[in-house]
């Protein structure tokens, strides 16, 4: 078979994705690897990309497969793969930042920087865009814990960090260019928010733009639902540093409580060096982390307390006191995810039971120490490295449920020890239609382990008991999420949301190109479906 310039044959009988939960087997011969194409000009090599998108629709048509683009591989769930074929996307690179003639003149009369507007290929890693933009004295707005998925595989599962007054990584977005069929490409804005001229899509080549609010954050975080996304817009901002105050032991007392509830800094004044009173640092991300086997509710002992990050943000000076490189040995990475890759590494795969007791001994050599530190973004949320079979859950939940939800882990825990530690990071509510992070401020309650039955078994009985205590919460789309069914997904978001989703995929998409991009896990969840077709519970 003679393929397109830019297209290479990747044959794959199966995938294994990075954290090594889970394996997809696949139709070998419908795998592919998209290069940039050998043309003379970036403009010619971008649109023919997209003409290779929309080959491979074409053939997923013609021969029956459905398929998908892989980046990274870094969700633990099997949302972003298929039974199908598989294109690999990340050599797909290209980024520039845009002109003003490209910039809609609503968007720069606003007040607006047309400089601060980054575009991007599919491929591009979080890292390597901060690199890029930090090279530019820019900055990407917000970033996962850690920065090795691709840019399109991060919003489009809601990757978040810790950034309760801006949100997750999809609220970076402005715009998509999304192949939606054999013979069409589309822009996608908000009418709320117009980014690009006609001069910016004109160079992009699309057969249809649209301004519309709902489609683009029913597109936002879709899962690779919606077509190949080719390309994507950033809003960015000047570059600045992340200033750390951080305690490895913080009592579970009234002031880590409102914290958590309230988002109230100044019950930390005991524990953390705050800088509340300068108008040129302000809170930024706030992660927590518990060791539920040294964790003592009443707050009655400070040796079994919680540790508490806060990360500042202030303008950026070339002289600051910088982060340390990681240590070899023991670090801590994708939230406590390094911890348990340590663990791993000396345990290997037996004594699972162990585990709770190897988290207890290592718990204080794993954490950073990095109070009193900076950074940018790319030095704060570093690559984590990953080693071994990991697993994790995350679950969002409104922050004024935090301390109920808190209580229910800790009885659950001591009935049936989880192996592993929890990590609370607080986001501003998405305006993605199935953003998980859908609370006004959502607390992500995330259950770092190993891949084991014990770690399902204990995720089973958290779900199940807030679901007997009607405490209202969602699940991350691109981590452990095996209990997702249908009736389950629609008391989540509302049969308006959901509705709102299914409908914007149909207005896009075609019926054999939906089939294309239809996977397994949609199956399940009902997410296949026509919008029409709500079921009865």
């Known amino acids: 078979m003679s393929l397109p310039n830019g297209i290479e044959a990747l044959p794959m009988a199966e995938w294994t994705n990075r954290h090594e939960n889970f394996t997809q087997r696949l139709q070998a011969s419908a795998c592919f690897k998209l290069r940039i194409p050998n043309l003379p000009t970036s403009q010619q090599q971008y649109q023919q990309t997209t003409s290779n998108f929309q080959w491979l629709i074409r053939y997923g048509i013609e021969h029956n497969v459905r398929m998908r683009a892989v980046g990274k591989g870094w969700s633990f769930s099997e949302v972003p793969v298929t039974d199908g074929g598989l294109v690999d996307t990340m050599a797909l690179r290209q980024s520039f930042a845009l002109q003003p003639s490209m910039v809609a003149p609503a968007y720069q009369t606003a007040g607006r920087r047309a400089d601060n507007l980054f575009f991007t290929e599919c491929g591009m890693s979080i890292i390597g865009l901060e690199q890029q933009l930090e090279s530019r004295q820019k900055s990407v707005r917000a970033s996962g814990a850690s920065n090795g998925q691709s840019i399109a595989g991060a919003f489009s599962t809601g990757t978040h960090g810790g950034a309760f007054r801006f949100g997750s990584v999809q609220e970076t977005v402005v715009g998509l260019h999304i192949v939606t069929g054999s013979d069409r490409h589309v822009w996608l804005e908000r009418a709320s928010y117009p980014v690009a001229a006609p001069k910016f899509t004109d160079w992009l080549g699309v057969t249809d733009v649209f301004r519309d609010d709902d489609l683009f954050n029913a597109a936002l975080v879709s899962f690779g639902s919606f077509g190949f996304i080719h390309g ?229 009985m958290i779900w199940a008991r807030l679901e007997i205590l009607n405490i209202a919460y969602t699940l991350h789309w691109g981590k452990i999420n095996f209990n997702l069914t249908e009736p389950r997904l629609r008391k989540m978001y509302g049969d308006t949301a959901v509705n709102q989703w299914l409908a914007s995929r149909h207005r896009l998409l075609d019926a054999p190109t939906r089939r294309v991009f239809t996977n397994p896990f949609m199956e399940r969840c009902g997410l296949d479906k026509a919008p029409a077709q709500v079921p009865v519970v």
């Open 232 to 460: 994507v817009l950033l809003e960015t901002e000047p570059l600045f540093l992340l200033e750390e105050s951080s305690s490895p032991r913080v009592p579970y007392r009234e002031g880590v409580k409102r914290l958590m509830t309230h988002l109230d800094l100044t019950g930390l004044k005991p524990w953390l060096q705050l800088p509340l009173n300068d108008p040129t640092r302000q809170p930024y991300h706030l992660t927590i982390i518990i060791n539920p086997h040294q964790f003592d509710p009443t707050g009655a002992d400070p040796n079994r307390g919680v540790f508490v990050q806060l990360l500042f943000k202030a303008p950026y000076r070339a002289v600051y006191p910088r982060r340390p490189a990681p240590a070899s040995g023991f670090i801590y990475g994708d939230s406590s995810l390094g911890l348990i890759s340590t663990v791993l590494d000396h345990l290997g795969n037996a004594g699972v039971a162990l585990v709770p007791t190897l988290v207890n001994r290592l718990y204080p050599l794993a954490l950073e120490r990095n109070n009193g530190t900076a950074g940018t973004m790319s030095e704060t949320f570093d690559n984590t490295n990953i080693r071994g079979k990991a697993a994790s859950a995350a679950i969002g939940i409104d922050n004024g449920d935090v301390l109920r939800v808190l209580a229910e882990v800790h009885a659950l825990n001591q009935q049936t020890p989880f192996p592993g530690v929890l990590g609370l990071r607080f986001v501003k509510g998405t305006k993605a239609t199935l953003g998980f992070t859908r609370f006004p401020v959502t607390a992500v309650l995330e259950f770092d382990g190993v891949e084991a039955r014990i770690t399902r078994r204990f995720l089973e």
